[in-house]
């Protein structure tokens, strides 16, 4: 099992927090950048945050201040808290491990936001 795997989305009022998961296999978690990315319908998928191994994180402009992107190296698993959510964040969210040039894609995880 080389595929990242989501859960945690689901229907949020505009305000309101979910927490998404992502686990993968140690062969590509360990050491290696993880990140989320987004793609709502009719749009290009649009890179929300990274975490790198030692946990540096870097955010899209759009999440910065809501969204917090995190690692359990021991679990090999990352995670995204998203708070004070806006229609706008709706999407489908795709966790990805970045294996040199290469993305590791999971199956993805809808998110709608809407009252």
């Known amino acids: 099992q080389v595929q990242p795997v989501e859960s945690g989305g689901g229907l949020v009022q505009p305000g309101g927090s979910l927490r998404l998961s992502c686990a993968a296999s140690?062969?590509?978690?360990?050491?290696?950048?993880m990140a989320w990315y987004r793609q709502a319908p009719a749009k290009q998928r649009d890179l929300v945050a990274t975490?790198?191994?030692?946990?540096?994180?870097n955010y899209a402009d759009s999440v910065k201040g809501r969204f917090t992107i995190s690692r359990d190296n021991a679990k090999n698993t990352v995670y995204l808290q998203m708070n004070s959510l806006k229609p706008e964040d709706t999407a489908v969210y795709y966790c990805?491990?970045?294996?040199?040039?290469?993305?590791?894609w999971g199956q993805g995880t809808q998110v709608t936001v809407s009252s």
């Open positions: 975490v790198r191994s030692d946990g540096t994180a």
């Open positions: 140690g062969n590509i978690f360990s050491g290696n950048t």
């Open positions: 990805a491990a970045v294996v040199g040039p290469f993305n590791y």
